[in-house]
């Protein structure tokens, strides 16, 4: 299945839009509200990743950052988060062909020498089998949070004698290869940005949906897309 790209023909309404980033929050009240175990709520999240994967792609948009697993994640029930640290494993072995057909680069943003060693092979697999790809830039962000990323960043440079400047910085973050968000996403009702993105989104616009990750349809992505453009609309104007 290839993801169909809307041509020029219609107007490309996400003209303007190169980074998405996504919260992917609300998976575990999903599957409680259903009587359904939290893996089943993540399970449906994953789902929701394809369906998404797919109509950013079709909406050309050229990177989509997804928050999957933050350094706080650590403190759920160790059950939930070793069934959470094994679905790269089974998401890459599903779908990895098909992103491969469709040209879509896979970068991992985050820490992941604490990540049990079959999925830091997998998403080091990913990486390289991908790494020629020249469509979407699909990042996902594990075991990774947004202070750690920066003072990180900043103990490196001091090692090596760099000066601090914010071009400097931000070649030593995990997204020095990319365009910061141009928009960030975040479903499941809560408004903040829960440590995620935190030097790259000083100037990206938020767009909050109380809509579960699992239950977020391509018309609910559309929605924010379509928003987006509305607050970027310029008439000719400044
Ligand atoms: C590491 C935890 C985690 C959690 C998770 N969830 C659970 C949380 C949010 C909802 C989506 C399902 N997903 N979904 C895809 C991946 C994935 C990660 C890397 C990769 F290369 C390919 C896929 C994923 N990873």
Redesign the pocket.
Known sequence: MNFKSEGDGEMNQSAGISHIAII?DG?GRWAERRGLSRTDG??E??S??VRIVKRASERNVKFLT????SAENWKRPQKEVEF??Q??KK??FQYLPELMRNNVK?N?LGDLQQ?PYS?RE??KH?VKKTAKNDGLQLN?A??YGGRQEILKAFETMKEEGIAFTEESVERYLYTNQMPEPDLLIRTGGEKRLSNFLLWQMAYTEFYFSDVL?PDFSNEEFDKALNEFNVRHRRFGGL
Do not use: E, Q
């Not at 997804?66 to 697993?69: G, H, V």
């Open positions: 992917m998976n993540h399970l999240g994953v929701a990743v997804l928050y999957t697993f959470i640290l679905l790269p998401f890459l896979i991992i990540l999925t997998a998403l990913a996902f594990l075991n990750w």
